[in-house]
């Protein structure tokens, strides 16, 4: 969607190989999502940003961390990836604290560790 | 904690039947209910939502109705096309500060010509 962009779009790594997805935002939206999709789970929330230097944990954040310096950048960092990694990543912005507006969603990531 | 349940899937249907996609949700306080739509090769949209009992969202043909007495928020579309073809995600999201979406597991949507 136009505002939102995610890098790279594809990306195949090695088993125990950082990587890192950017998710880059033009809305100047204060709250940014990390979640993961999987076949049988759907989406699962990573990490989440309420501001600069402002992140916390999800439901699946064992083996990632993140990093927002700027507002309209948000890192999702795999330290040393591992096969169970392999996945659609998306990353997601909204303009309130309360999800009641719902999220507006980038392209997504398909991340493969082989 | 939070959750939502879709119906199991895939569904295939013919163009210009019925659509009914399940979902109840397990929520405290007043949840507001969404229905995200994800294309082939593209990332979520917002499709409809509601955000207090009894409410309908409507879109594109597709509607829902928050129905408190059942936790349910099912979503059906009187006459699918193949356009409609696609992955549905039922969501809420709880009442509070700093709340986030919960999602179910998606439901893929076949439509035949």
């Known amino acids: 969607d136009a505002g939102i962009t995610q890098s790279p779009r594809h990306k195949v790594t090695e088993t125990g190989t950082p990587v890192t997805l950017r998710c880059h935002q033009t809305?100047?939206?204060?709250?940014m999502y990390w979640y993961r999709q999987d076949p049988g789970h759907g989406l699962r929330l990573i990490h989440y940003s309420y501001g600069v230097k402002d992140t916390d944990k999800g439901e699946v954040s064992d083996g990632y961390s993140v990093s927002r310096s700027k507002t309209e950048d948000f890192l999702l960092t795999l330290e040393s990836a591992t096969s169970s990694q392999t996945s659609v990543y998306f990353c997601?912005?909204?303009?309130?604290?309360?999800?009641?507006?719902?999220?507006?969603f980038g392209s997504g990531t398909r991340l493969t560790v082989v | 904690g939070d959750s939502v349940t879709q119906m199991e899937g895939p569904v295939t249907l013919s163009e210009e039947a019925f659509l009914t996609i399940n979902c109840t949700y397990t929520a405290t306080g007043y949840p507001s209910l969404f229905w995200y739509v994800q294309y082939p090769g593209e990332g979520l949209q917002l499709l409809l939502k509601?955000?207090?009992?009894?409410d309908k969202g409507s879109n594109k043909g597709f509607e829902a109705t928050y129905r408190k007495e059942t936790t349910s928020f099912h979503l059906e579309k009187g006459s699918v096309q193949v356009s409609d073809s696609a992955v549905y995600f039922c969501a809420l999201s709880d009442s509070g500060a700093n709340s986030k979406l919960t999602f179910g597991k998606g439901i893929t949507l076949s439509v035949r010509p």
């Open positions: 997601a912005i909204s303009e309130s604290a309360t999800a009641n507006y719902g999220y507006t």
């Open positions: 809305e100047n939206h204060r709250y």
């Open positions: 509601a955000t207090k009992a009894d």
